[in-house]
């Protein structure tokens, strides 16, 4: 997916679209609230409200891939209200409909389409209009998708005590849908036309960028192992390790606030260093702070140890964009970094094993090795021209 302005949009206007576009992709993550009440009202067990987040995050890297082939050319705005419509109705329906199947088909696939439209074309608009700050531009989207997880989380548990599930789908489908609605506003005159390679290009390139593609494929899918089991098992963790009720809600906020923070400093930092520095350390922080706790199983350094690997897991969210962009050149960030995103659906294997596991020291250890791997993948990139 590629934007070309049909004339020079401001880019504020753009960042805070591509923000709100971000907030509703985020979201996706406070699904897990309406679990209990959803479960109570219709009488169903939490598999299938679980499959429902499955296939959205499915569909979500899916269309991360296909939405820059299927709407090149496209006005952006247009794109941004697509996703607004998507995300709403996925979100609305549910609330409306209030049937298993509606849950399942509405939200997995119509939102998670949604979601993966709205963070592509996000993505693209910022490193468009910041092509000399592509790392903060890529800090941007992925810290707006951060803080749409952290929005979510507090906007569902307060609507859902104050009016009920129902009504919270309803209400918040019509958000995202005014959300899409601004952002397509404020994208005004950015057209999307169909993303070409430099004649220059010939075999040897083309295969030396093959081989950083599917180098920077593992080393987001290693680094998200790691950072995903602790991201969306920090209370877990907590309990595991003796954490008392206070200290597991405070791990939560701990990691979440730490992911947000990784996000938006890494994107600055990969305007001022070399990516590949920042591949390489980010995971090998986490690799640490897991394999101590997996040593050293304490509730005190539970909390320090999920702090570190959310700002890693953070850090490495908005550096892996920054270095497409960096790397392949800003037309193609969105072409690239969609097949690229595909990793981040295929590390739900790291949550998968601490289930497995218990959650014990064997499920850390193996994460930590995970973030091993992901810096060595990192360190075998080439320097990247500016």
């Known amino acids: 997916m590629t934007i070309a302005p049909t004339r020079r949009p401001h880019p504020l206007a753009v960042v805070v679209a591509g923000g709100l576009a971000c907030l509703s992709a985020g979201s996706i993550y406070g699904w897990s609230l309406f679990y209990q009440p959803v479960e109570t009202a219709l ?55 209030r049937e298993l199947w509606c849950i399942v088909l509405a939200y997995g696939l119509l939102f998670g389409s949604g979601c993966g439209i709205a963070y592509s074309i996000a993505l693209q608009a910022n490193v468009t209009v910041l092509p000399h700050r592509r790392g903060l531009a890529a800090g941007l989207t992925a810290g707006s998708g951060a803080l749409g997880s952290v929005v979510a989380a507090l906007a569902f548990r307060a609507m859902i005590e104050a009016i009920g599930p129902w009504a919270t789908l309803v209400w918040t489908g019509a958000t995202l849908f005014a959300c899409g609605a601004v952002a397509a506003a404020l994208m005004r005159g950015i057209v999307m036309p169909a993303p070409g390679r430099s004649t220059a290009a010939n075999s040897t390139e083309s295969s030396a960028e093959r081989r950083i593609e599917i180098t920077l494929w593992l080393g987001f899918f290693f680094g998200a192992c790691a950072g995903l089991m602790a991201l969306g098992h ?32 890494a994107g600055w930092l990969a305007d001022a260093l070399p990516v590949r520095r920042i591949l390489v350390a980010a995971p090998l922080l986490a690799a640490a702070a897991l394999g101590a706790l997996a040593l050293v199983p304490d509730s005190a350094l539970a909390l320090a ?82």
């Open 43 to 97: 009488g169903v067990g939490r598999t299938w409200l679980s499959g429902a987040f499955s296939i959205a995050s499915i569909v979500f890297a899916a269309a991360m891939v296909a939405a820059p082939m299927l709407l090149r050319g496209w006005p952006a705005p247009r794109i941004a209200l697509l996703s607004g419509v998507l995300c709403g109705l996925g979100v609305a329906l549910p609330g409306l409909v």
């Open 305 to 386: 140890v999920l702090t570190a690997t959310g700002l890693a897991y953070g850090a490495m969210a908005a550096t892996y964009p920054a270095s497409v962009a960096i790397y392949f050149g800003v037309a193609r960030t969105a072409t690239v970094y969609g097949r690229v995103f595909t990793a981040w659906g295929a590390a739900g294997l790291g949550g998968y094993i601490f289930d497995l596991s218990g959650g014990g020291g064997v499920a850390l250890a193996l994460a930590a090795a995970a973030g091993v791997l992901s810096a060595a993948a990192a360190w075998t990139l080439p320097p990247a021209a500016r």
């Open 234 to 265: 920090a209370a877990g963790i907590a309990r595991a390790y003796g954490g008392a009720l206070a200290p597991v809600a405070l791990a939560t906020a701990l990691i979440t606030g730490a992911n947000g923070i990784g996000r938006l400093g």
